[in-house]
């Protein structure tokens, strides 16, 4: 169906727990969108291919190893190189108060923490994701 949202749903870096990721991204498509999961594992430039590849409006980031600073830097940035910044990054892990304010200031446009409400993330993404009339 033409005009749905596309979002990519990744575990960029090491950490080896993706269940909260696989609730998020069932809850995404559950609600109507079009969702791809990457599975575990994934190095920035993967996950920004990825979603290249699939023409995605959104990725959304799980990162439970310590690493969100480093890893949501370098796929907002190689978004930047590959003229993509218009995808909406937006994530979600075990991920300090205090880190908030500089990753918003990177680009990522919204951080859920443990806990949030999987309608909320959706209806976040609806309200914060435009839908393009693809091609």
């Not at 075990?94 to 909320?120: C, N, S, Y």
Request: hydrophobic share 45%; charged share 25%.
């Amino acid at each position: 169906m033409s005009g749905r949202i596309r979002v990519v749903v990744a575990k960029p870096g090491l950490d080896g727990h993706d269940r909260g990721a696989k609730v998020v991204a069932r809850a995404l498509r559950d609600a109507g969108m079009e969702v791809i999961y990457t599975g575990l594992h994934q190095t920035p430039e993967q996950v920004v291919e990825t979603v290249l590849q699939e023409d995605a409006d959104a990725v959304g980031l799980s990162v439970l190893s310590g690493a969100h600073m480093t890893l949501f830097a370098k796929v907002v940035a190689l978004l930047k190189e590959r003229d993509a910044d218009d995808v909406v990054v937006f994530g979600g892990g075990i991920i300090p108060e205090e880190d908030l304010p500089r990753l918003a200031e990177l680009g990522v446009a919204k951080v859920f923490t443990p806990g949030a409400p999987t309608h909320e993330i959706v209806d976040w993404v609806r309200s914060n994701v435009a839908q393009t009339a693809g091609t």
